[in-house]
């Protein structure tokens, strides 16, 4: 129990540098204003003609840090500060998010299982708390809490399996990203340097949550195992 503990500690505190971090180097990078002049929507909309896609939006959405691909109404989501400023932060998240619109129009493997899992995950993640936390109370009074819980740990190890698959889409992303930003010459040295580092700050909060994930999931097997 204590060793779980201090390795959650420890993972929470990583999250929060990382987390911390990423917003610094948003904020830093959001000072390196582009040569060109072209705005987040309009390095996404180059981006995605250039990839030869022509059905996919280019839209503003409310928030910080809420830009997604949505592979269903093929809309490429930008918060309102990186959709309207023309800076190397702005680039590098427009170009990130129609990263995925490629891997969508070219049937990348990694996505499609990722979009696959969705609809159970989502039915998972709600459930699978309440499952184990179900399972632990039963134990102490009845043999079938073990089964509970163990049903509990197939619904949490789904979400934990897809938080590992997340992880090869977002850097296939940035990687697509940062290729084309470099092959059409859309940034300097300086901006695409900025670019890059924030996107590699991005995709190192995906890590920290999978491996938090894994870490939890192997405590509650622990828990199941030395009960069982």
């Not at 993972?11 to 060109?36: D, G, M, R």
Request: charged share 15%; aromatic share 12%.
């Amino acid at each position: 129990m204590i060793g779980y503990y201090i390795i959650a500690g420890l993972i929470f505190i990583v999250s929060l540098y990382v987390s911390n971090k990423l917003k610094s180097k948003f904020k830093t990078y959001s000072k390196v204003y582009l040569q060109n002049g072209m705005s987040g929507k309009e390095i996404a909309e180059k981006m995605l003609h250039d990839n030869g896609i022509f059905d996919v939006k280019v839209i503003s959405t409310p928030g910080m840090l809420t830009d997604h691909y949505n592979p269903q109404k093929k809309t490429v989501n930008l918060s309102e500060s990186v959709y309207s400023q023309r800076n190397a932060a702005s680039a590098a998240v427009a170009a990130h998010e129609c990263g995925h619109a490629v891997q969508h129009a070219r049937a990348y493997g990694w996505l499609q299982m990722r979009s696959q899992l969705v609809p159970v995950v989502s039915v998972a993640s709600r459930f699978s708390q309440w499952v184990i936390l179900g399972g632990l109370v039963l134990m102490a009074s009845t043999a079938f809490g073990s089964t509970i819980l163990l049903v509990g740990i197939f619904l949490y190890a789904m979400g934990t399996l897809f938080s590992f698959i997340t992880l090869p889409v977002e850097y296939d992303a940035s990687k697509r990203a940062l290729v084309w930003l470099e092959t059409e010459n859309m940034l300097s040295p300086q901006e695409h340097d900025a670019a890059e580092d924030s996107l590699k700050w991005a995709a190192r909060t995906y890590v920290v949550a999978a491996v938090g994930s894994l870490a939890t999931l192997m405590y509650f097997v622990s828990i199941y195992l030395g009960r069982d």
